[in-house]
């Protein structure tokens, strides 16, 4: 995997209530960290507008929103495990609202990286247990290890 993934970036247990909540919280940690710049948030609630990442999972629904990649300072996968589902509007509009417990935000540098990511996280995201697996990881390490093997 390309992106950085570290415990930093990781939100275990986050109680936030709402979509805009939860990107503000991702976001806040990816510019903290240097990887997004400031406004990072925002250009992600207007990219979602246009283009929502929510996604019907088996068993645990997720998200993967990102912004386009001027707000990138460099890759990164920022990750919250929820405490309840947060609404996402559906990838390609179908199946109704994505009632998402995973969320996977992406500071991507171009589209490519972002297709590369799904195609080889898309597999992932297939297999219940494995989601079952992210949600119920306690501990950031324990998560990117899992990621990690997972992803290869």
Same mark, same amino acid.
């Given at each position: 995997?390309?992106?950085? !993934?570290?415990?930093?970036?990781?939100?275990?247990?986050?109680?936030?209530?709402?979509?805009?909540?939860?990107?503000?919280?991702?976001?806040?940690?990816?510019?903290?960290? *240097?990887?997004? &710049?400031?406004?990072?948030?925002?250009?992600?609630?207007? &990219?979602?507008?246009?283009?929502?990442?929510?996604? =019907?999972?088996?068993?645990? $629904?997720?998200?993967?929103? =990102?912004?386009?990649? $001027?707000?990138?300072?460099?890759?990164?996968?920022?990750?919250?495990?929820? +405490? $309840?589902?947060?609404?996402?509007?559906? @990838?390609?509009?179908?199946? *109704? !609202?994505?009632?998402?417990?995973?969320?996977? @935000?992406?500071?991507? $540098?171009?589209?490519?990286? =972002?297709?590369? #990511?799904? &195609?080889? #996280?898309?597999?992932?995201?297939?297999?219940?247990?494995?989601?079952?697996?992210?949600?119920?990881?306690? +501990?950031?390490?324990?998560?990117?290890? @899992?990621?990690?093997?997972? @992803?290869?």
């Amino acid at each position: 995997m390309a992106a950085d !993934l570290l415990s930093n970036l990781i939100v275990i247990k986050s109680t936030k209530t709402s979509k805009e909540e939860v990107l503000q919280e991702l976001s806040d940690a990816a510019i903290a960290a *240097g990887y997004a &710049r400031p406004g990072y948030c925002q250009a992600i609630l207007e &990219r979602e507008a246009k283009y929502p990442t929510g996604l =019907h999972t088996p068993e645990i $629904e997720v998200a993967v929103p =990102h912004a386009d990649a $001027e707000w990138t300072i460099k890759p990164s996968l920022t990750i919250a495990i929820l +405490d $309840e589902p947060v609404i996402f509007d559906p @990838m390609g509009g179908e199946g *109704g !609202l994505v009632n998402a417990e995973l969320v996977f @935000m992406l500071t991507i $540098e171009d589209a490519s990286e =972002h297709l590369d #990511f799904l &195609r080889s #996280f898309s597999s992932l995201m297939e297999v219940p247990q494995v989601l079952i697996d992210f949600k119920n990881s306690g +501990d950031p390490e324990e998560l990117i290890s @899992m990621i990690r093997e997972k @992803m290869g």
